[in-house]
């Protein structure tokens, strides 16, 4: 089974800073809506690059889409791999990128159980603005030219289990020491009086879909400003970890001591990890293996 972890904030607070602290962006793989910084860099401190594979059957993933007749995309190709290849049909020399763009809902599943099966050294997968997937159903003509009354309600119905489908149930099907932490807008709740995450369509579909109640560990983004003025080079960027009257949907299982710790995702994956018996050692870095020869 594998395991959620979720964060969410308001734009700019710290959700892809965070991840600036993971020291081996190799054994990592992120889904993304968009191609944005990513903050990660691998344990060389070489940054990320897009997802390939070369094998000695083809020299790139382009190559094994245009050997295969019924193939038209990389999502097909990696639902046919899924499907036709056993586990450890690749080594990780062959893999030549950790990052891959996804537009579609849909196309999640295939990519996590591709990487669950199929990639044993990545412990972390990333899905940053995960409300971006819902917000592209919701804008799909489809979706839009649904006639009202009953069939306009029953479509939020549909979204919200169509969500749930594809990403919920699916982790939960991945292997153990798989990490999938996914990444959320906030939004101020008046008649919460505090922090809720952002959903595209509104109340209609957070209510069907109520997305904390499906983490354990779920921290919220917040920025302390030290000093008076816009330009505040000293602004502490922290997660919150348990309930408070902002932050009502913040929970960490008591893996911190503190409501407010720095904003450091390899610390909360390894509070994680060790509190859920999950295997993983940090790698050492090229740097410090050079530091130890000079001395």
Do not use: C
């Not at 009354?149 to 029953?154: P, T």
């Not at 299982?253 to 503190?258: D, P, T, V």
């Amino acid at each position: 089974m594998g395991h959620k972890v979720g964060i969410a904030g308001l734009p700019n607070s710290g959700k892809s800073f965070s991840r600036r602290t993971i020291p081996d962006g190799e054994n990592s793989f992120l889904l993304v809506p968009s191609m944005k910084a990513t903050h990660i860099k691998d344990s060389k401190g070489t940054p990320l690059k897009p997802f390939n594979v070369q094998t000695a059957s083809f020299k790139d993933i382009e190559a094994a889409i245009a050997a295969s007749p019924d193939v038209n995309n990389v999502h097909q190709m990696i639902s046919k791999w899924n499907v036709k290849l056993p586990i450890g049909s690749f080594k990780q020399e062959n893999l030549t990128g950790n990052i891959q763009l996804l537009e579609n809902l849909a196309d999640l599943p295939t990519w996590l159980k591709f990487i669950s099966k199929h990639l044993p050294w990545v412990h972390t997968v990333l899905i940053p603005d995960f409300g971006h997937y819902i917000g592209r159903v919701i804008s799909d003509d489809a979706f839009i030219q649904r006639k009202a009354g009953g069939e306009a309600y029953q479509r939020f119905w549909e979204l919200a289990a169509h969500a749930l489908k594809n990403f919920v149930i699916v982790v939960d099907s991945l292997r153990h020491d798989l990490v999938v932490v996914t990444e959320y807008h906030s939004v101020f709740d008046e008649a919460l009086g505090g922090y809720d995450i952002f959903v595209p369509a509104g109340k209609m579909l957070s209510d069907k879909f109520l997305i904390p109640s499906y983490y354990d560990i779920l921290v919220f983004t917040d920025v302390k400003i030290n000093n008076e003025g816009e330009d505040n080079e000293n602004a502490e960027y922290r997660f919150v970890t348990r309930p408070t009257r902002r932050y009502p949907y913040a929970r960490t299982m008591n893996l911190y001591e503190s409501t407010y710790v720095p904003n450091d995702l390899q610390e909360l994956l390894n509070r994680t990890r060790e509190y859920l018996g999950i295997p993983w050692k940090p790698p050492v870095k090229a740097k410090a293996e050079k530091e130890v020869v000079a001395k």
